[in-house]
């Protein structure tokens, strides 16, 4: 992972097993804020009402944010582990639920949080990863006999051209990922380009 680039999940994926006799359900998605992984941690509750835990965890990729809940599980033996294993797969924007119906075994707290991170592990490996950048927009008046020179700097996923304008002004708009801005930039200025605010 860097500044600008990190992997999140194309889509929501499910697995359920059996672990002495308990049913464990791991439920993994893409979210893109607090607010909606706990839209979707109401909705998953409100499905499964009959289980005996909802534990989860949750990893935001903007000010590095996570946050886990063992959801009246002994302490440390849920979230953690399902946390655990979101940073293991290196996965951001996403949140992980775990839904447990008990079966009458105790597991103890080693085997809780193996199977509370396994359960979250099998879930993700389930899942396919999809590539995020983290862009800034440039906005570039180009001259016509410019024009060839600029569609070289396309780059993808690098350097994206978004739109253009021909008119009095022909002005291309860029997305260009944020570590590489300041050199995209300096390709600009060595074309004589001008930029706009």
Known sequence: MSEDHYRTLVDRVEFRHKIER??????????????????ELAL???KHFDATHH??????FAESRSRSSDAGEP?????????AAIEGAALHDL????????????????????????????????ATPLDHYVYERVRV?????????VYRLVDPPHAVLVEQQYGEQNVFVFDVRTSLRDAFAAK?????LAILP
């Open 95 to 126: 949140g992980a639920i775990v839904v447990r119906w008990y079966g009458g075994i105790k597991l103890g707290t080693g085997g809780l949080s193996r199977a509370y991170r396994d359960t979250a592990a099998e879930t993700l490996k389930l």
């Open 188 to 192: 600009l200025v060595e074309r004589r």
């Open 55 to 60: 534990c989860w965890a949750f990893r935001l």
């Open 75 to 83: 302490s440390g033996t849920a979230g953690k582990p399902i946390l």
């Open 141 to 149: 008046v180009v001259p016509f006999d410019a024009v060839s020179a």
């Open 44 to 46: 998953v509750q409100k």
């Open 22 to 39: 308990s049913d464990f359900l791991g439920i993994v998605f893409p979210v893109a804020s607090e607010e909606e992984f706990f839209a």
